[in-house]
């Protein structure tokens, strides 16, 4: 029989998606195939020191979600560069055991956004889901929609603002995107600093706050419509899940709708839709993962317009990319992974289980890896 691999789950992080990594890991950690996988658990806290974790008490009140904590009686550990894989203990400067392959569920800047996974490139470890470039490309929405743009995938109109530029007067900004307008910071998930406004004081009042989680932030024309999400899973021969529906009980999918009302929204999988717009979405969603240069896992985001509803905007460039009935809202390459997330259900209506799609996800974090060693280094 194959060696046990020893999967190391990275988990928690500096982010406002802290607590649902640590449900997800804890789902992970439960699910894991012990047949062909050790699982280690190294938790960040939310200062970004990473805490080697036992998997018997790793979480404090790890049954209730809104008082789920790490444990942080840990040791602080870290993953040095081409060092096989040791965890090297930062008290006693001893390795605590080595891991063979990294899944890090971390969501969000300092996880989903390529850094995490540069550190992991650099410890030389296989590790789940996209890459260095993947993961920074689809986690900047200003480069993403401009890459999106590129592939000709339709996208929404958008203005992009940098913090140092004069931010346009709100009827500025309508005379391209029309009428309420959507602010968000370019770099941030769960709907943090996401806001919609519709006049100039809660536009000027959105910009400020969008500007305090990140350096660059985007303006978007309003989608009116349903909100529509599909699975991709693979490599270099990804497949997509059926897609499913979010449908939220809130003006729009807000953070509290998200993660404070238990009755924030519903999912319904899979989604309520012709057979010809489910297979448009699995198309989009596909070449949304490709144009992106993602690989093992993502998340796409869509609208799809109420049927007669106009491109928005009374201005802009108007053509089939804008005109288009269904629009790519995001990719998400870390998407939420709990056991009821909507990434690892919509596999599950697609028939594949939580225990196998985490399996296939370690199994294509190793042969993506095996094939890049196999490059060359150096000249001579
Ligand atoms: N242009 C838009 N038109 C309509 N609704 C939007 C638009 N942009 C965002 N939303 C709403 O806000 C939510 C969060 O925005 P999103 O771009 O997905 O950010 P995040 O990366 O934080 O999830 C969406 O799920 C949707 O409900
Ligand atoms: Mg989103």
């Given amino acids: 029989m194959a060696k046990k691999l020893n999967v190391g789950i990275l988990f928690g992080g500096k982010s406002a998606e802290h607590e649902v990594s640590l ?10 195939d012990r047949d062909k996988y050790n699982p280690i ?15 018997s008490h790793f979480l404090l009140n790890a049954e209730d979600p809104k008082n789920i904590r790490l444990n942080q009686s840990g040791s602080a550990v870290a993953l040095v560069p081409q060092s096989g894989g040791a965890i090297s203990n930062l008290t006693t400067l001893k390795d605590s055991g080595a891991v063979d392959v990294v899944f890090p569920i971390l969501h969000g800047p300092f996880g989903e956004d390529g850094t995490v996974q540069g550190l992991l490139k650099l410890a030389d470890i296989p590790f789940v889901g996209a890459g260095v470039l993947g993961s920074a490309a689809g986690m900047d929405k200003d480069v993403m929609k401009r890459l999106l743009r590129d592939a000709g995938i339709p996208i929404g109109k958008f203005i992009a603002l940098k913090s140092h530029e004069k931010v346009p007067p709100f009827a500025e900004a309508v005379k391209v995107l029309g009428a309420p307008i959507f602010i968000k910071p370019a770099n941030m998930g769960s709907s943090v600093g996401v806001y ?14 969008a500007f305090q989680y990140d350096t660059k932030i985007i303006l978007e024309e309003f989608i009116p419509g349903r909100e529509l999400e599909c699975a ?6 990804p497949a997509a899940s059926v897609p499913g529906e979010v449908i939220s009980t809130h003006e729009f999918y807000s953070y509290d709708a998200k993660y404070l009302d238990e009755h924030g929204a519903v999912l319904e999988i899979p989604a309520r839709i012709p057979d010809d717009i489910k297979k448009q979405i699995q198309a989009l969603a596909l070449k949304t993962f490709r144009a992106l240069s993602c690989e093992g896992l993502s998340r796409v985001d869509f ?21 288009s009935r269904i629009i790519v809202n995001e990719i998400n390459t870390m ?3 709990t056991r009821i997330s909507m ?29 890049e060693r196999k490059l060359k280094t150096s000249v001579v």
């Fill in 23 to 32: 449900q997800s890991a804890k789902n992970v950690y439960d699910a894991i």
């Fill in 41 to 55: 658990l190294i938790g960040i806290d939310k200062s970004g020191r990473w805490l080697l974790n036992e998997g």
């Fill in 196 to 209: 919609k406004v519709k006049d100039e004081a809660e536009y000027r009042a959105a910009v400020e706050a």
């Fill in 232 to 237: 991709i899973l693979g490599n270099e021969e």
């Fill in 303 to 323: 609208f799809l317009k109420e049927e007669n509803a106009g491109a928005g905007g009374s201005g802009g460039n108007s053509n089939s990319i804008t005109n």
């Fill in 335 to 337: 998407p939420g992974f």
């Fill in 343 to 371: 990434y690892p259900k919509l596999w599950e209506a697609s028939g594949v289980s939580y225990t196998e799609l985490i399996s296939s996800l370690i199994e294509l974090a190793v042969k993506r890896f095996e094939k």
